[in-house]
Nanobody
Framework: QVQLVESGGGLVQAGGSLRLSCVAS????????MGWFRQPPGKAREYVATISWRSGTTSYPDSVKGRFTISRDNAKNPVYLQLNSLKPEDTAVYYC????????????????WGQGTQVTVSS
């Protein structure tokens, strides 16, 4: 059974940084694109980053471009999301996700979700 487990969330001041990790079990990485989503309080879930496992091509929405970086190590399991220059509006539960392609993920077609990790940015 596929499981995605996130870690690395926490409380940070505005302008600070965090690195989130996602560890997957029973997942053939070469068959999936990976992504990160977030759900702010009272709002819909939105994508914040995707990465193609084979090519390493990444994508971000304008709201986080230049501040967030998704990465992976083909030799190891975790997928990372580096969050820099954090703002209070980045406060959300962050979810790791796996899907067939990066474009599919951006359009909400997710095969597997993690349980989420809370990121809180204080002003």
């Amino acid at each position: 059974q596929v499981q995605l487990v996130e870690s690395g969330g926490g409380l940070v001041q505005a302008g600070g940084s965090l690195r989130l990790s996602c560890v997957a079990s029973a997942l053939t990485f070469s068959s999936y694109a990976m992504g990160w989503f977030r759900q702010p309080p009272g709002k819909a879930r939105e994508y914040v980053a995707t990465i193609s496992w084979r090519s390493g091509t990444t994508s971000y929405p304008d709201s986080v471009k230049g501040r967030f970086t998704i990465s992976r190590d083909n030799a190891k399991n975790p997928v990372y999301l580096q969050l820099n220059s954090l703002k209070p509006e980045d406060t959300a539960v962050y979810y790791c996700a796996a899907g067939p392609t990066p474009n599919a993920l951006r359009n909400g077609r997710v095969d597997y979700w993690g349980q989420g990790t809370q990121v809180t940015v204080s002003s």
